[in-house]
C-alpha cells in the first residue's frame, strides 16, 4: 500500500517513523546542497560535437590570440584615456592579468596605440583566458574583484564573454532569492484562501521546501559528476513549489471531501489513495516523461533541466504519497484547526460554477469554445517571422557592467572581428598559391565582405592587399592556417546561416578539412542539432503520453484529444513568446532587450509546458471518467467532474502559475522568458482549455469519447489502472445513492461504478469503455 492509513483509529509508530524519515531526508539534502551555485555552469547552449565547436578549439590550441574572451574597458572622462592617470591605472590592470595564472593580455591600446582599441574617453585591453568554464569563471571572478571598478575617476569595467557569463551567473544566484520571496508568501496566502485554513494550508507548503531542498541537493551531487547550467536552479525552485503544492493540494482536497462525506481517517485515506493518488503518480509519469526528453538533445543546458525536472517530479510524487497520508494520519480532525468557514465540492457538485461553465461549453459549444480556439490560434501567428539565436550581453540588464561594455564594443569600437565567420584548416600543409586561392574563393560567396588570411586581405575576389609585416605569424602557425571572413550579415538571423553554409561549400585545397566557427556557424550548428534530436522527443513524449491516457481512461479518443489541445495551447503560448521577447512588445514593463529567441527555449518551454498540461489534463479527465463510470451519462460525467475537479485544477494553477511568473522579476532575459511563457500556458491551459474546449470537445466526440478497438480494450482490461480497482469493500456508499454491482474493475463504492440507470453498463460497453 502507498498509505499507512492507521486502520482501526491505530496509528502506532508507522506514521511518525515515515515522517522521522522526511525530516533526516530534508537535513541531509540540506547539507549536500550546500555550495550548489559553485558546482554549476553559465554556458551549455552549444552541441560539444559541432564543427563550430572543433573550430573553436583549433583555434584556441594554435592562435590563442585570436580568441579574446575578456575585453576590460578604461575610460578617464575628464582627461581623456591618455592622460597619467589613466595610463597608470591601465598599468595596474595589465600588471595584474600578467600574474595571474592563465590570463594573458592579447591586446591593448596602451601596448600598441592600434586607434581600433580607442573610441573617445574609453580604450580597451583584450584579454584570453584559457580553461574549461569553471577555471574561466573563478579566473575571470579573480580578476573582476581585484580590478574591476566602474565607479571611478578612471573607470576600469569588464566585459566579454567570460564577463557576461559571470555577470549572468551572479544574477541568477540574486534571483532565486528574489524569486523565492514573492512565491513562498503567495502561495501560502493562496492555500490558507483555498483551504479556508491555516494546518491545511500548511502541510503543501512544508512539502513544497522539502521538495526544494531535495532537489538542490541532489541536483548539487550530480554537478560533479556531470555538467549543469546554473539555469536549472531556477527551474528547481518554479516547478519543485508549485508541482508539490499541486499534487498535495490534490491529495488532501479529496482527503477533506471524503471526511466531509463521514469516512473515517482510515477510510478516507484509502479513497484518498485509490483516487487522487493514483491521479498523482499518473500525473507524475507524464510529466517526468515530458521531462525526460529533453535528455535526448546534446546540449547540456537542455539536460541540465531534465535532471532538475525529474528529480522535482520524482520528490514531489514521493512526497505526496509517501509523508502526506501519515501526516493526514497524526493530524486527523485537526486537519481543519484553525480553520473559518468552509466549503466543500463533492463529486457530483454539478452546480458550482466549474460545474455551470462546463455544461454550458458542452451544450453551446461555438458560444465559447470556437472564438477561444480562433484566439489561441491567432496568437501562433508571430511564429512566421520568428528569429533564433545564442544568448549575448542582450540577456543582461542593460545597466550591467558587462552588458554596458560589451554594448560600447559593438557600437563604438566597431564589431567586424566579432561578427567574423573563423575557416582554420589544421593541419595545413598546403602552399601559399593555394591557400591565396582559397581565399579568393571565399570572398567571392555572397555576403562576404572580406576575407584575411596569410596570403593576404581579399575583396571580391581579388587580392586587396598584404598584411603588415609581422603579421603573418598571427594566422599561420607552420601546422595550422586561419581565415578571417568578415561580413556585414547579422549572424544571428537566416542570411547568416545561409552564409555560414555557403562559407562551409567552398572546396578547400586538396588534401585539406577546413572548419567553419563564429556566431553565424554556431547558430547553424545548433539550429541542426536540435533539429534532428526533435522528432525523437516528440515522439517519446506524444508516445509516454498516450499511453498513460489510455490506461487511465480506456479510450484511444481521449489521448489523441488531450494531445491535439495541448498542441494547440503551446504553439499559441510560442507565438507570445516570440511577439514579447524577439518583437520587444511589454519590453518596459518586464524590463528586458528584445533579442532573438535563444533556439534552446521553445524546445524547453515546450516540454516544461507540455508536462503541466498534461497534468492538468489528468486531473480532470480522471474525475470525468470516475463520474462516467458511476452513471453512463457523458453530460453529467463533464459537469460533475469540472465541478469537482475545477477548484482544484485553478488553485493548482494558481500556485504554479505565481511559482514561474515570479520569475519576470529575474534580471535575465531567459528565465523572464521561460517563466512568461510556462505561467501563462499554465493559466490558458487551466481555464481555457479545460473550462471550455475539453467540454466541447467531448460534445464533438460524444458516444465515442470513451471509444477503443477490441484489442485495445482486452489490453486495458489487463492493465488499465483504475482508481476504484484499490477502494475498499467496506466503504459506506456514497450519499449521491445506492451502491450497484461489482463490476471486473472493482468493488463498487463512491469511486466505482454505480449502475443507477440498467443502461449505463450497456451504454458504456458498446462505446468501449474498459470496465
Not at 507524475?284 to 531534465?306: I, K
Not at 539550429?527 to 517519446?540: C, D, G, H, R, Y
Not at 514579447?580 to 518596459?588: A, M, P
Not at 518551454?605 to 470525468?624: P, T
Request: net charge neutral; proline share 6%.
Amino acid at each position: 500500500m502507498i498509505f499507512h492509513s492507521g486502520r482501526g483509529g491505530r496509528r502506532g509508530r508507522g506514521p511518525w517513523v515515515t515522517l522521522f524519515a522526511g525530516l533526516l531526508f530534508l537535513i541531509v539534502a540540506g547539507v549536500c546542497g550546500v555550495g550548489v551555485l559553485d558546482n554549476l555552469k553559465s554556458g551549455g547552449f552549444d552541441d560539444p560535437d559541432s564543427d563550430s565547436v572543433a573550430a573553436t578549439a583549433i583555434l584556441e590550441r594554435n592562435f590563442p590570440e585570436s580568441q579574446p574572451n575578456l575585453v576590460i574597458m578604461v575610460e578617464d572622462a575628464a582627461q581623456g584615456v591618455d592622460s597619467p592617470r589613466a595610463e597608470a591605472v591601465a598599468g595596474r590592470v595589465v600588471e595584474g592579468v600578467t600574474h595571474t595564472p592563465g590570463a594573458k593580455v592579447v591586446a591593448s591600446y596602451y601596448g600598441t596605440g592600434d586607434p581600433a582599441l580607442r573610441s573617445g574617453h574609453a580604450a580597451l585591453l583584450l584579454v584570453r583566458i584559457s580553461g574549461d568554464e569553471n577555471k574561466i569563471f573563478k579566473i575571470t571572478e579573480a580578476l573582476h574583484d581585484r580590478l574591476s571598478s566602474p565607479g571611478g575617476a578612471v573607470s576600469v569595467s569588464f566585459g566579454g564573454v567570460s564577463a557576461v557569463n559571470y555577470d549572468m551567473y551572479r544574477q541568477v544566484e540574486k534571483d532565486i532569492v528574489s524569486a523565492e520571496t514573492i512565491v513562498v508568501p503567495v502561495t501560502l496566502l493562496l492555500l490558507v484562501l483555498v483551504f479556508r485554513g491555516v494546518v491545511a494550508a500548511l502541510l503543501p507548503v512544508l512539502l513544497a521546501v522539502l521538495t526544494v531542498a531535495g532537489s538542490t541537493g541532489i541536483v548539487n551531487l550530480l554537478a560533479r559528476f556531470t555538467s549543469v547550467s546554473v539555469f536549472a536552479i531556477n527551474l528547481i525552485t518554479a516547478l519543485g513549489l508549485g508541482l508539490a503544492v499541486d499534487y498535495s493540494l490534490l491529495i488532501v482536497t479529496r482527503y477533506r471531501e471524503e471526511r466531509a462525506r463521514g469516512r473515517s481517517n482510515a477510510e478516507a485515506l484509502e479513497v484518498t489513495r485509490a483516487t487522487a493518488g493514483r491521479t498523482v503518480f499518473i500525473s507524475g509519469c507524464v510529466v517526468g516523461a515530458a521531462l525526460a526528453a529533453l535528455l535526448l538533445f546534446d546540449q547540456y543546458f537542455l539536460r541540465s533541466f531534465a535532471f532538475a525536472g525529474i528529480v522535482v517530479v520524482l520528490l514531489s510524487v514521493s512526497g505526496a504519497l509517501v509523508l502526506l497520508p501519515p501526516a493526514l494520519t497524526l493530524l486527523g480532525d485537526r486537519i481543519d484547526a484553525l480553520s473559518w468557514k468552509r466549503r466543500t465540492t463533492p463529486p457530483g457538485a454539478a452546480d458550482t460554477a466549474w460545474g455551470r461553465i462546463a455544461g454550458l461549453s458542452y451544450r453551446r459549444p461555438l458560444l465559447l469554445a470556437v472564438p477561444l480556439a480562433e484566439l489561441l490560434a491567432t496568437l501562433i501567428l508571430p511564429l512566421g517571422h520568428s528569429q533564433f539565436g545564442v544568448p549575448d550581453q542582450r540577456a543582461l540588464p542593460a545597466r550591467g557592467e558587462s552588458r554596458v561594455v560589451t554594448d560600447a564594443v559593438r557600437q563604438d569600437f566597431g564589431a567586424g572581428e566579432e561578427a567574423a565567420l573563423n575557416v582554420v584548416v589544421a593541419p595545413w600543409s598546403g602552399t601559399p598559391s593555394e591557400l591565396a586561392a582559397y581565399a579568393t574563393a571565399l570572398s567571392r560567396t555572397y555576403g562576404v565582405s572580406e576575407v584575411v588570411s596569410a596570403a593576404g586581405v581579399f575583396k571580391e575576389g581579388v587580392r586587396a592587399g598584404r598584411l603588415p609585416s609581422g603579421q603573418t605569424a598571427r594566422f599561420d602557425n607552420g601546422t595550422a592556417t586561419w581565415l578571417q571572413v568578415q561580413t556585414n550579415v547579422v549572424p544571428y538571423s537566416s542570411e547568416g546561416s545561409d552564409l555560414a553554409r555557403a562559407v562551409r561549400g567552398v572546396e578547400p585545397p586538396a588534401g585539406s578539412h577546413a572548419l567553419v566557427g563564429g556566431p553565424a556557424a554556431q547558430v547553424t550548428d545548433i539550429n541542426q542539432s536540435i533539429a534532428e534530436k526533435l522528432p525523437f522527443a516528440l515522439v517519446l513524449i506524444v508516445v509516454i503520453s498516450f499511453l498513460f491516457l489510455f490506461l487511465l481512461t480506456g479510450s484511444v479518443v481521449q489521448p489523441v484529444r488531450a494531445l491535439l489541445l495541448n498542441l494547440l495551447t503551446l504553439m499559441s503560448i510560442l507565438g507570445v513568446s516570440v511577439y514579447i521577447f524577439q518583437d520587444g512588445h511589454l519590453s518596459g514593463v518586464l524590463d528586458f532587450t528584445a533579442a532573438p529567441i535563444a533556439v534552446s527555449m521553445p524546445v524547453l518551454v515546450f516540454c516544461i509546458a507540455f508536462g503541466l498540461s498534461m497534468d492538468y489534463e489528468v486531473f480532470l479527465i480522471a474525475r470525468i471518467k470516475e463520474s462516467y463510470d458511476r452513471m453512463g451519462d457523458l453530460p453529467a460525467a463533464v459537469r460533475e467532474g469540472l465541478g469537482a475537479s475545477g477548484p482544484v485544477i485553478t488553485a493548482a494553477a494558481a500556485v504554479l502559475a505565481v511559482s514561474f511568473l515570479a520569475l519576470t522579476t529575474s534580471g535575465v532575459s531567459l528565465v523572464k522568458l521561460y517563466g512568461v511563457a510556462t505561467g501563462l500556458a499554465i493559466l490558458i491551459d487551466a481555464i481555457v482549455i479545460r473550462g471550455a474546449l475539453v467540454p466541447a470537445s467531448l460534445r464533438i466526440t460524444g458516444r465515442f469519447s470513451w471509444w477503443a478497438p477490441s484489442w485495445a480494450r482486452a489490453v486495458h482490461r489487463r492493465f488499465g489502472i483504475r482508481e476504484s480497482a484499490g477502494t475498499p469493500a467496506h466503504v459506506p456508499a456514497s450519499p449521491e445513492g445506492p451502491t450497484g454491482p461489482t463490476g471486473p474493475a472493482g468493488p463498487a463504492g463512491p469511486a466505482g461504478p454505480t449502475h443507477s440507470h440498467p443502461a449505463a453498463a450497456d451504454n458504456r460497453r458498446e462505446e468501449g469503455v474498459g470496465v
